[in-house]
């Protein structure tokens, strides 16, 4: 087995100045350099950020111009979503009709190397979503190349009782999205792929049956210690401060958060900061307003990455009763600063914490969230000594298993698992099942 395995790395959405899924491509690419001989294959809008961060093109990384394609099915997705930031099932199903073209071009230029061996493995960060087949997958298999697929995620199922929150966030192609199991080609990617990395315990569950004794959960976000470097304030008397960080949407339950914490921030015991735009913002506002404690709440907006830590980590806890959040990427970035998070127990989210780290309450109805959410906030602030021991313990599993350089070194040992399967499977997150 190699010291350092020889890898082509494709991730078609790698960004480094960006968010989301383009930063999540970006940040594993990059981190999995310090763990292999990596080579990146990215889309052509990508290039000039890479640049401008420092890596080679042609030895480093190489941009693929797919633009023939790409360019006009998004400007089609962007017509279909139907607003900004909403409508994300579509993005996917046009990523998904349009990404194998994408692919086509990737083994254009790469697939004789390939073929001559030169590569080890190749390992297809991005696209996330399970809903995308890589046909590259099969040629891999058939030149002796083992092919790796993910972190997968998406498609959590929106809970019952949120059909209007749904409608809101134009998510009306979500009720057929289990049609994507009938895609052409899809069975074969999962026969061919030597190990399957699922985000979710959901996407696990979607991995068929056949193919589990070579999938493993491992959440797709990590953090950044440069960009996610301040501890947070510990308690020191008064009233407990509160974070809710994301864009003002009804899935997130900004207007849960306030409903629920109202009684708590009329009394003065509990001050809140919201951090993030959209077009719940105004709303918000008026509900502050008809309360009557809008000097507890301060809207800050959108703010840059490092004012955004600065806010954060001058609060106790992370307020996040997102109904639907796929990764989790916001709890993550609060546990690495030792602010405790308070959670729907509801897919990333409810993976990511437990009792020695956080508060989960349980999903249900908006009227039940809100009750659940209001108690546990009473709870916490009626003893704000417990939250020492769950902040230190948060920054301590950030720093074990959810760094990128952390996630690059879980990453390799299924590359060691798939270029040597005889050591056997590995267990990724043992000892933090222990701690």
């Not at 073929?115 to 399970?130: K, S």
């Not at 074969?188 to 004794?213: F, K, L, W």
């Not at 490092?306 to 997102?322: E, G, N, T």
Request: glycine share 8%; net charge neutral.
């Amino acid at each position: 087995m190699p010291d350092k395995p020889r890898v082509l790395v494709i991730a078609e959405a790698a960004n480094p100045e960006w968010v989301s899924v383009p930063l999540v491509g970006w940040s594993l690419a990059h981190a999995l350099r310090e763990e292999a001989d990596v080579h990146i294959v990215t889309q052509i809008r990508n290039r000039e950020a890479i640049l401008r961060a420092g890596l080679v093109e042609g030895s480093d990384f190489t941009a693929i111009d797919s633009e023939a394609l790409a360019r006009p099915m998004h400007k089609l997705a962007e017509i279909l979503r139907m607003g900004s930031g909403k409508g994300w099932t579509i993005v996917t199903a046009i990523t998904a009709l349009t990404y194998p073209y994408f692919e086509r071009l990737v083994w254009k230029e790469f697939g004789p190397a390939i073929r001559a061996g030169e590569y080890d493995l190749v390992h297809r960060i991005t696209p996330l979503t399970p809903t995308t087949v890589s046909p590259i997958a099969r040629k891999c298999g058939r030149a002796g190349v083992p092919f790796l697929l993910g972190p997968l995620n998406g498609g959590v199922p929106w809970p019952p009782g949120f059909g209007d929150a749904r409608k809101r966030e134009k998510e009306w192609l979500s009720y057929v999205r289990g049609a994507y199991r009938m895609l052409p080609g899809r069975a074969a990617m999962y026969r061919a792929s030597a190990a399957i990395i699922a985000g979710s315990r959901h996407t696990q569950s979607e991995v068929p049956e056949t193919y589990r004794d070579r999938t493993f959960w491992l959440p797709e976000n990590a953090i950044d210690p440069t960009r996610f470097n301040r501890v947070a304030s510990p308690y020191a008397g008064g009233p407990l401060r509160a974070c809710f960080l994301g864009r003002l949407v009804p899935y997130k339950g900004p207007d849960i958060l306030l409903e629920a914490a109202a009684p708590l921030l009329k009394a003065g015991r509990l001050e809140l900061d919201i951090v993030g735009d959209g077009p719940m913002r105004a709303a918000l506002e008026a509900q502050v307003r008809a309360g009557e404690f809008g000097r507890a709440v301060t809207f800050h907006g959108q703010l840059p990455h490092q004012d955004v830590q600065d806010v954060l980590a001058s609060a106790q806890i992370l307020s996040f009763p997102s109904i639907r959040e796929f990764g989790g990427g916001v709890v993550l970035e609060a546990m690495a600063l030792g602010v405790v998070p308070v959670i729907v127990d509801y897919a990333g989210p409810g993976e990511l914490v437990d009792e020695s780290v956080g508060y989960k309450v349980p999903v249900g109805t908006r009227e039940e969230i809100i009750g659940a959410f209001g108690t546990m906030l009473e709870r916490i602030v009626a003893d704000p000594d417990a939250l020492a021991p769950k902040s230190e313990a948060a920054r301590t599993r950030i720093a074990d298993h959810f760094t990128w350089s952390a996630k690059a070194r879980q990453v390799r040992r299924i590359y060691d698992w798939v270029l040597a399967p005889d050591a056997g499977k590995p267990d990724l997150f043992k000892s933090m099942r222990q701690s």
